[in-house]
């Protein structure tokens, strides 16, 4: 090579150089398509690619899931396989709070062994600053990777499946993760966590484990009773276990509830239950479509539905995936995830600016043989 094009190579990378260490505006153009693991690492490089990177951080806010069905090929959970590659290239903040379900169709030892490896190595995929819940029912309802428009599947039996919901952090969207079992629940407590004295309470998503054993009734409805009298949108079942974070508040055995506190401007919700009378394709879509007079803004808007493990093909004449189908054909471009359990908590309610209630006893929140459909809206 020359020594004019020496002098010609070094011109152009000086002028590379130049434009990377003073235009904020290609700078922060490149960054939007750099993971945020790398965005974290490049913080470091110098003052204006971490303002570049914070900027980009701040306006990567979507919602984000993955879901995976089928044998693993290791010790943990088939959705654990999955999650390692998806929060890999995730494109949102670093503070994520993240809502797992697992299904999984072993003996009940093989399943608690499992569960302590998936707990294990959820909390090693994400970094410490996040809240990670992880929950096993006897099925799941769940949105495959990819587009939001892709058609939603119940699973209640074969092979072992699962989902992860990603929330990051959103402007006017405070999310928080609460744990409480007999021996930690307090009106104090449950202030603390945002569930009680809250004006900017909007939604709280529950989820109970041990509550068939003795006393489970009884604290269920101590924790119920303040939440009904906020006149918050209350949505959630009765899981088999809770396994992340590990319960150390709790003897084995024991009995608690486990879920997110969604509270600021920019929640909405609305849920509606359909009913020992919905047992047909036709009178589940009607019943769903009732959500569309709550006009819940669509971005940003996830479904969660939780069912009776006594509804489902048996319940609907042999057909299965009848109310996760009737849920996308009104809602095409919505993902819905949930869970099969064994009790239902919820009621038909809307929650805006202006909400509307269509129930006030608190008894009408926990069901049977029922399903509970609701939206919610992230800002």
Known sequence: MSE??????????????YVLSNVAEVVE????????????????VCRLWRNCARRVLRTQQQL?????????????????NVLA????????????????????????????????????????????????????????????TGSWSSPPQEYQEGEES??????????????????????????????????????????????????????????????????????????????ETVFSPPRRCCSQGGYGVMGLALSGPKVQGASVLLDHDVSSP????????????????????????????GRGPNYYNKQSNVEADAFHKVFPNTPLFGLFGNGEIGCDRIVKDDYTLCDSDP???????TTVMSLVHFG
């Open 162 to 239: 699962g989902f992860a919901v990603m929330f990051p952090s959103i402007e006017g969207v405070h999310i928080k993760p609460f744990h409480f079992c007999k021996k930690t629940i307090s009106s104090t407590a449950m202030k603390e966590a945002g569930l009680v004295d809250n004006p900017e309470l909007r939604v709280v998503l529950m989820f109970v484990y041990g509550g068939h054993r003795s006393g489970g009734a009884q604290f269920i409805n101590q924790f119920l009773e303040p939440l009904f009298k906020s006149k918050v949108l209350i949505a959630g079942g009765l899981v």
């Open 363 to 369: 008894d009408c929140l926990q069901h049977e043989y």
């Open 64 to 80: 984000a899931w993955a879901s995976a069905r089928g044998p693993s090929t290791t010790d943990v959970h088939t959705l654990c």
């Open 85 to 144: 590659e998806e929060v890999e290239k995730l494109l949102n903040p670093p503070d994520l709070t993240c809502l797992s379900f697992f299904f999984f169709h072993h003996t009940e030892a093989k399943k608690i062994r499992r569960s302590a490896d998936s707990a294990e190595e959820l909390n090693k995929l994400f970094p410490k600053c996040c809240d990670v819940i992880g929950i096993t029912s006897p099925g799941i309802v769940l949105t495959p």
């Open 4 to 17: 004019i094009q020496e002098l010609g190579d070094f011109s152009q990378d000086s002028k590379a150089a």
């Open 282 to 309: 036709k009178a589940a879509e009607a019943t769903v479509r009732r959500l569309k007079a709550a006009k819940i803004p669509e971005r940003n808007t996830l479904g969660f539905m939780f069912a009776c493990v």
């Open 29 to 44: 153009r490149i960054l939007t398509f750099v993971p945020t693991k790398s965005l974290l690492r490049i913080e470091s």
